[in-house]
Nanobody, 117 residues
Framework: VQLQASGGGLVQTGGSLRLSCVASRSILDISLMDWYRQAPGKQRELVAAITGGVVGIANYADSVKGRFTISRDIAKNTVYLQMNSLRPEDTAVYYC??????????WGQGTLVTVSS
């Protein structure tokens, strides 16, 4: 599946952004879609994930629980990451990914999120 991510930008601490990831086919059939991020000099980190199928169960990294929300619009083949109460430590390139294994599956291009203090 091809993934197109967008929505990054520059925001002040406490601000919000919404990232979008558009898939080239139905996301109902994709077992898991997730958002990762990678900050300069740091390892890639799983931020949030949502399962496929009708229900779509979400999970979050502890660092973003209560601030970020992953959701999806099945009709638009799109997964969103709503990011609120942003902090400077959220600054990273954010990537959407399809599949359970980050070493396989499909990746979108990154979108840069910069949170100024």
């Amino acid at each position: 599946v091809q993934l197109q991510a967008s929505g990054g930008g520059l925001v002040q601490t406490g601000g919000s952004l919404r990232l979008s990831c558009v898939a080239s086919r139905s996301i109902l059939d994709i077992s898991l879609m997730d958002w990762y991020r990678q900050a300069p000099g740091k390892q890639r980190e799983l931020v949030a994930a949502i399962t496929g199928g009708v229900v779509g169960i979400a999970n979050y990294a502890d660092s973003v629980k209560g601030r970020f929300t992953i959701s999806r619009d099945i009709a638009k083949n799109t997964v969103y990451l709503q990011m609120n109460s942003l902090r400077p430590e959220d600054t990273a390139v954010y990537y959407c990914h399809a599949g359970y294994n980050p070493n396989t599956g499909d990746w979108g291009q990154g979108t840069l999120v910069t949170v100024s203090s």
